[in-house]
């Protein structure tokens, strides 16, 4: 069974840094891309920022450029973001998710996501 599992949420005052892990396990994703999204209260899930299997390619919204980075460690099955410089509208509920076709869309693999509440 499929399974990811993130961690590393938390509340931290603005300006401050978290660091977030997505372990996969079931199988491995390695050639998979992987990415993080968001949810605000009363907003819709966003992309935020994704990953190729290889880990050279990455795309970033755009408010997020500078400030975070993704990373990946396939022989750990394991993805990261590291997130600098944070801003009380990074406050979300932050998902890790594998994409599983061309594109990202519903069939993808999501974790159970984490609370990131960054506080002014």
């Known amino acids: 069974q499929v399974q990811l599992v993130e961690s590393g949420g938390g509340l931290v005052q603005a300006g401050g840094s978290l660091r977030l892990s997505c372990a996969a396990s079931?199988?491995?994703?390695?050639?998979?891309?992987m990415g993080w999204f968001r949810q605000a209260p009363g907003k819709e899930r966003e992309f935020v920022v994704a990953?190729?299997?290889?880990?050279?390619?990455?795309d970033y919204l755009d408010s997020v450029k500078g400030r975070f980075t993704i990373s990946r460690d396939n022989a750990k099955n394991t993805m990261y973001l590291q997130m600098n410089s944070l801003k009380p509208e990074d406050t979300a509920v932050y998902y890790c998710?594998?994409?599983?076709?061309?594109?990202?869309?519903?069939?993808?693999?999501w974790g159970q996501g984490t609370q990131v509440t960054v506080s002014s």
């Open positions: 998710a594998v994409r599983r076709g061309v594109s990202w869309g519903p069939n993808n693999y």
């Open positions: 079931g199988r491995s994703f390695s050639t998979n891309p």
């Open positions: 990953i190729s299997w290889s880990g050279g390619i990455t």
